[in-house]
């Protein structure tokens, strides 16, 4: 498992500033789809200078267990960083989503 956990730290880390990826799309650049859930346990477990913010779920959500204020820890930080956000309250991931290394 800390191979696995490792692995997503690293993508995690290439995440561009002012850029959001999916937990889903962590799982498919680590080569199973499957795997989200254990993306978000690994991210729960992270270094706290891994850029675990710009980790959004499949809709856009944030994350109720981020730190220390939950959502509203994350949208700040995400919004530091210009990321744009839908009127629902959801990342705009039609505008700043990161697919991977392609880009």
Known sequence: MDNVFQRVYEI??????????????IARLLGNPRLSRIVGCALNR???????????NRLGGLSDAFSPLGKESQ????????????????VDLTACMWYGEEE
């Open 12 to 25: 995690t880390a290439r995440i561009p500033y002012g850029r959001v990826t999916t937990y889903g799309q």
């Open 46 to 56: 992270a270094p706290a200078d891994l850029p675990c913010h710009r980790v959004v």
């Open 75 to 90: 949208r700040l930080l995400l919004e530091m960083e210009g990321v744009p956000f839908r009127l629902d309250g959801g």
